[in-house]
């Protein structure tokens, strides 16, 4: 039983398109996140979620927009993709804001 | 600001004790966490410390939390070739999220 699940696992694309990552929990979580890990495994927040407020990690570039159909989903939308947004995005979600959270098992985006 | 140091690399010989070092600057963490990452893995979260407390042991782990110099450390007994991983201390972040260290190698020596 998958807690957090991340797809696709795997994202190859070219640069300029627009592209979307779906993530899901079922653990009846309130607060979901996305994660940046670059290529020297360095991770960053990017976003949080938790009723119906985002909070935006003020580095994100509005190309990236996360949307939240219901409280199990946070999907990440990203537009006219960069070189340098190729990065291992991650999941994860939280009973409440500043409790311990749970990762999905990443989504690899490769930018041609 | 925020800002969570570690060092990048620790190497130990298969069954010794690893000892992975961390500072911190937030001190208003209620949590401070402990994950693991293996290649090509996902976050998995290992352990967490509240706040208030000192120290804290799972079977072989045991994390200490020294909050006047605001350092955290996670001991893994009988390290094993299993124990492979880079591990990342974690504090509360901005954005609600966590802020993580650049991540500490753990290189096992048979």
């Known amino acids: 039983d998958t807690a957090v699940s991340q797809t696709p696992k795997y994202l190859v694309t070219q640069m300029g398109n627009d592209k979307s990552i779906k993530c899901e929990q079922n653990?009846?979580?309130?607060?979901m996140y996305w994660y940046k890990q670059d290529s020297k495994k360095f991770l960053k927040i990017m976003f949080s979620?938790?009723?119906?407020?985002?909070?935006i990690n003020e580095t994100v570039p509005n190309r990236f927009s996360p949307k939240s159909p219901d409280k199990a989903h946070l999907n990440l939308h990203i537009n006219s993709l960069e070189l340098g947004d190729s990065a291992v995005y991650f999941c994860?979600?939280?009973?409440?804001?500043?409790?311990?959270?749970?990762f999905g098992d990443g989504t690899r985006l490769s930018i041609l | 600001g925020e800002d969570v140091e570690q060092s990048l690399f620790l190497s130990v010989r298969e069954g010794d004790s690893s000892v992975i070092n961390c500072t911190y600057t937030?001190?208003?963490?209620?949590?401070l966490y402990w994950y693991k990452q293996e290649p090509g893995a996902g976050l998995q979260l290992l352990t967490y410390?509240?706040?208030?407390?000192d120290m804290k042991q799972d079977q072989r782990l045991t994390v200490l939390l020294n909050k006047k110099d605001k350092h955290l450390s996670l001991r893994i007994a009988d390290t094993q070739t299993g124990d492979s991983a880079i591990y990342f201390c974690?504090?509360?972040?901005?954005?609600?999220?966590?802020?993580f260290g650049k991540g500490t190698h753990l290189i096992i020596q048979p």
């Open positions: 994860a979600s939280s009973p409440a804001p500043q409790q311990p959270q749970h």
């Open positions: 979620y938790n009723n119906k407020e985002l909070i």
């Open positions: 974690a504090e509360r972040g901005g954005a609600d999220g966590l802020t």
């Open positions: 937030d001190s208003s963490s209620t949590y």
């Open positions: 653990l009846g979580h309130d607060t």
């Open positions: 410390i509240f706040s208030n407390m």
